[in-house]
């Protein structure tokens, strides 16, 4: 079993970064939670219009009703989260949690094959088919191996220690059939 590609990366946070990314992207999380802030605030912007309508017929004060408050309350809420759903802030966070779920930065080597993907982490060696991949991204210096929507295995670009950036891209189109999505920093 021949090497083709050599890579040495280290799940460092520029990588965790990456790796957020380029999920996110293929989760539209952020999309979706803006969506769901935007639904509720035109939700709770309708109650309060029908409501204050229905007191301003019966003679009633509108400032004065506890449902009104509430409403007002929760449509300020969800346009905010709206607002907050893709900041930089909520980006870092995820970065953050992620960091935690991994665990200490580690040191993976990587070497590819013909016939398969050898990884080696703190000793242990483990073995991927090119078919079990689901999508290739280049991200902010990492290419970013997706074997499912938010779960990849990185490669630093800098850390290719056998062989060409061009040649390794264009071997792993031919192997998985996938073409390479940029994702420009």
Same mark, same amino acid.
């Given at each position: 079993?021949?090497?083709? &590609?050599?890579?040495?990366?280290r799940?460092?946070r520029?990588a965790?970064r990456?790796?957020?990314?380029?999920?996110? +992207?293929?989760l539209?999380?952020?999309?979706?939670r803006? @969506? *769901?802030?935007?639904?509720?605030?035109v939700?709770?912007?309708?109650?309060?219009? *029908?409501?204050? *309508?229905?007191?301003?017929?019966?003679?009633?004060?509108? /400032?004065?009703?506890?449902?009104q408050?509430?409403?007002l &309350?929760?449509?300020?809420?969800? *346009?905010l989260?709206?607002?907050?759903?893709?900041?930089?802030?909520? &980006?870092?966070?995820?970065?953050?949690?992620?960091? +935690?779920?991994?665990?200490?930065?580690?040191?993976?080597?990587?070497?590819?094959?013909?016939?398969?993907?050898?990884?080696?982490?703190?000793?242990?060696?483990?073995?991927l @088919?090119?078919?079990?991949?689901?999508?290739?991204?280049?991200?902010e210096?990492?290419?970013?191996? &997706?074997?499912?929507?938010?779960?990849?295995?990185?490669?630093?670009?800098?850390?290719?220690?056998?062989?060409?950036?061009?040649?390794?891209?264009?071997?792993?189109?031919? +192997?998985?059939? /996938?073409?390479?999505?940029?994702l420009?920093a």
């Amino acid at each position: 079993m021949e090497t083709k &590609f050599s890579f040495q990366t280290r799940n460092d946070r520029a990588a965790l970064r990456a790796l957020c990314r380029a999920a996110d +992207k293929n989760l539209r999380l952020t999309r979706n939670r803006q @969506r *769901l802030c935007v639904g509720f605030a035109v939700v709770f912007s309708l109650l309060l219009v *029908l409501r204050g *309508l229905r007191l301003a017929q019966a003679g009633r004060s509108v /400032l004065g009703d506890a449902i009104q408050v509430a409403c007002l &309350f929760f449509v300020v809420f969800s *346009l905010l989260r709206w607002q907050r759903a893709g900041s930089e802030q909520a &980006f870092e966070a995820r970065v953050e949690v992620t960091a +935690k779920e991994v665990g200490r930065e580690a040191e993976v080597c990587v070497d590819f094959s013909d016939e398969e993907i050898h990884f080696v982490e703190d000793g242990t060696d483990e073995y991927l @088919r090119y078919a079990a991949l689901t999508q290739l991204v280049d991200c902010e210096g990492y290419y970013l191996l &997706f074997i499912a929507p938010a779960e990849a295995y990185l490669l630093s670009k800098r850390g290719l220690t056998g062989g060409d950036a061009g040649e390794f891209e264009r071997f792993m189109q031919k +192997k998985t059939g /996938l073409t390479w999505e940029r994702l420009d920093a």
